[in-house]
């Protein structure tokens, strides 16, 4: 098969690759379309890569080539998303439901070959069947929405009337995170961003207001919107530490805050900035991947569930740029300037 196969740092090439055999309880999917996640841009410019050669690649969608022995719950030309954690199953975490904290985990297109490629195998229990109306594309981002209400579900998300959300940062995940509010029924859900594109994605998909976290404007909309009394739930989808920080300033008494995203750069707390977590009283969690018992998760079924309804929804907005497989170099070499991406980039082998 054809594959873009990394050999080292900043060398990406696309080349002739063994395709990967089906053993038993196996699913071989043929690879259409695969995102580029934030974790595979370390593995590319930096030093994340855990060994080489390796396919990278987890967020992707595409259709089943071929099923191993043993194999029930697909069959050859079903539509499929794959779920990219390898869990034991065997560790107290896995017993306990908690696969994502999982010490003895494989995952795909980091300590296994990926989806960057014309084919990928997977376990059967990592296949998710969707839908043969959404589109491949789409089905890549599953695995960020997947992130998004998983990040929801550990802060304890619960509707109650009148309460209030914000979500901070605009990105993918951010989009998604608001969008799974809308659906539980959160009443007012605000998104924050210092790009006026997320925000405008994030309004055309239903927030009831959209701030620029930037100058002395962003405290008086914040109150503004809450009546002066801070969130009640707070979400942060980014990994900037200024949002991290901020999160903290606009989080409610007795708010639950939850971060998604993972900073990039060492942080640390002011002694005002924990003053707010002891004197406000709120919850503050994090959240890491995206899995619950059983296996994968309600995340995954809700995500084919409400993609196949059309409640989820990817705007073309949402998506940088499309290359085909073989340009993988230049897809990540977009990377060399971030701020000129302003959305996800994807991999399509049509």
């Not at 690649?57 to 071929?66: C, I, K, Q, R």
């Not at 975490?93 to 995952?107: A, E, I």
């Amino acid at each position: 098969m054809k594959a873009a196969v990394l050999h080292a740092k900043k060398d990406i090439r696309y080349e002739e690759f063994p395709t990967p055999e089906v053993k038993r309880g196996e699913v071989r999917v043929k690879v259409v379309a695969t995102g580029i996640c934030g974790s595979d841009i370390p593995r590319f410019h930096a030093d994340a890569a855990h060994s080489f050669p390796i396919i990278l690649g987890h967020e992707f969608g595409g259709f089943v080539d071929e099923v191993g022995e043993g194999v029930s719950k697909v069959r050859k030309g079903d539509h499929v998303a794959g779920v990219p954690l390898v869990p034991c199953f065997e560790c107290v975490d896995c017993k306990n439901g908690n696969f994502s904290l999982c010490k003895h985990y494989s995952f795909v297109g980091s300590r296994q070959n990926g989806s960057m490629a014309e084919y990928v195998t997977l376990p059967e229990s990592n296949i998710v069947k969707v839908d043969e109306n959404i589109p491949y594309e789409t089905v890549a981002l599953f695995e960020p929405s997947t992130v998004a209400i998983h990040g929801i579900r550990q802060a304890g998300y619960s509707y109650e009337k009148g309460k209030t959300a914000v979500v901070m940062g605009g990105g993918t995940i951010g989009v998604f995170t608001l969008q799974w509010l809308k659906i539980l029924g959160c009443d007012k859900v605000a998104v924050t961003d210092i790009d006026e594109k997320h925000l405008s994605n994030a309004k055309e998909l239903g927030a009831d207001a959209t701030i620029v976290c930037i100058g002395d404007q962003f405290q008086k909309e914040v109150d503004e919107f809450t009546d002066g009394r801070g969130f009640d739930w707070v979400f942060v989808s980014t990994g900037s530490v200024a949002a991290m920080k901020s999160a903290f300033e606009v989080a409610g008494n007795k708010a639950h805050l939850c971060f998604i995203g993972t900073p990039t750069k060492e942080m640390s707390f002011s002694i005002r900035e924990w003053e707010n977590l002891n004197r406000k009283e709120f919850y503050l969690t994090g959240s890491w991947m995206s899995y619950s018992a059983p296996w994968p998760g309600i995340e995954w079924d809700l995500t084919a569930e409400h993609f196949g309804k059309g409640d989820l929804k990817v705007l073309p907005s949402m998506i940088h740029k499309e290359y085909d497989l073989s340009q993988a170099e230049d897809a990540f070499n977009e990377y060399l300037n971030p701020q000129n991406v302003m959305g996800k980039i994807l991999l399509t082998d049509k």
